[in-house]
């Protein structure tokens, strides 16, 4: 059974996460420092695709090595599976609003378990779902309940990892004996306060490579990412201080957000992915992020900026300001979406350079 690589998490919409089954034929064989989109292969949105590609709130994505792409439609809870039969592009949907085998009420993120199997978490029922590969297409297979209500999570070798604050042990970072039951939980809060100050700026992405022994945690407002040893400790960080919150703010709603005022809108910079682009580098996306009158479902990101990082040892080898939204990348594809005029995904091809 392959070896499970996380692909891209996110957080789109309102909050997305990503994965890809690592295929090591993909990978680029050279050091690059620039991403570049190239051919469209496949966009779907309203008019290319009819009904079933009106997207409602794109959540985040999945590529396979099947040749699968799926994508989470959060606001009409279902994914949105696009396939290829007889060189015939197909589009189909799974799901649909209920707590049932299957259904969802708040589908959040999504993970490879293995190569051939993808688990869809939904943070309502706090309930993993899993789906298998088979014959070209994405079928049901299990649902699973989960203790907790995670921010994000990802699968280390099978085993899960989540992001949440632990108010108690003050951790973020837990790994699971089983699903019920944690093993090890670790990593400081990644801005030191109040209990609602911690806990409201530990929320973010993370990202498993088991290949290097890291699992990479990324906070959505504190400008920070960390990798971590599945002992716990700490490997290295990196801290972006462009993307460091200017002041903490206490609603009286008891909600703490990070950001400037402009008029009624709260802005601020949001760690929105994190890639496995190939053996040896990962990719972050940081948007500037508008939040329309304190409305999370009118969440915009006017700008998208890239960071290629070494995974290793967390060296910055590239930067650039000219991609949208990645939601995953496999090999020499990548799933991209955006949100004007309408929701929309692309499947691109990728090409690596030098500059």
């Keep these: 059974m392959g070896r499970s690589q996380l692909r891209c998490t996110h957080r789109w919409g309102l909050l997305s996460f990503i994965l890809i089954p690592f295929s090591p034929t993909s990978a680029p064989t050279q050091s690059f420092s620039r991403i570049r989109l190239d051919t469209v292969l496949h966009r ?3 008019r290319s695709g009819g009904e079933v590609a009106e997207f409602g709130t794109i959540n985040g994505g999945a590529l396979s090595i099947a040749g699968l792409a799926i994508v989470i439609d959060r606001a009409k809870n279902r994914l949105v599976v696009l396939g290829n ?3 015939k592009q197909l589009i189909s949907t799974l799901g649909r609003t209920g707590s049932g085998p299957g259904e969802f009420r708040y589908p959040l993120g ?11 978490f939904d943070d309502r029922l706090a309930r993993l779902t899993f789906y298998s590969v088979q014959d070209g297409e994405l079928r049901y297979n299990r649902d699973e309940v989960l203790s907790e209500r995670p921010a994000d999570f990802c699968f280390f070798n099978q085993r899960l990892v989540t992001f949440r604050y632990d108010a ?17 939980s670790t990593g400081s809060p990644f801005i030191v306060g109040s209990p609602l100050v911690e806990s409201a700026t530990s929320r973010g992405l993370i990202l498993c490579l088991p290949e290097h022994g890291l699992v990479i945690a990324g906070s959505l407002y504190a400008g920070e990412l960390r990798a971590y040893s599945p002992a ?13 919150p200017l002041k903490l703010r206490e609603l009286p709603s008891g909600f703490v ?11 601020n910079h949001m760690l929105v992915s994190i890639c496995r682009v190939d053996h040896e580098h990962i990719m972050l996306q940081f948007g500037l992020a508008v939040l329309r009158k304190h409305r999370w ?17 967390g060296t910055l080898v590239g930067s650039q300001s000219d991609l949208p939204v990645i939601l995953a990348i496999n090999g020499t594809r990548a799933l991209t979406a955006g949100g004007e005029p309408e929701p929309w995904v692309e499947l691109r091809r990728l090409q690596f350079s030098r500059q």
Excluded: C, K
């Design 168 to 184: 108690t042990g003050r951790s973020i970072l837990h790994w699971a004996q089983t699903r019920s039951l944690r093993q090890l």
């Design 85 to 87: 039969r007889s060189n």
């Design 44 to 46: 779907v949105d309203g």
């Design 297 to 313: 479902s009118d969440l915009t990101f006017a700008r998208v900026e890239t960071r290629i990082l070494r995974s290793r040892d």
């Design 232 to 244: 716990g400790n700490l490997v290295w960080r990196r801290q972006f201080p462009e993307y460091i």
């Design 110 to 120: 999504l993970r490879w378990f293995d190569s051939r199997t993808l688990t869809v």
């Design 257 to 267: 957000f990070e950001g400037t005022r402009q008029g009624e809108d709260v802005v």
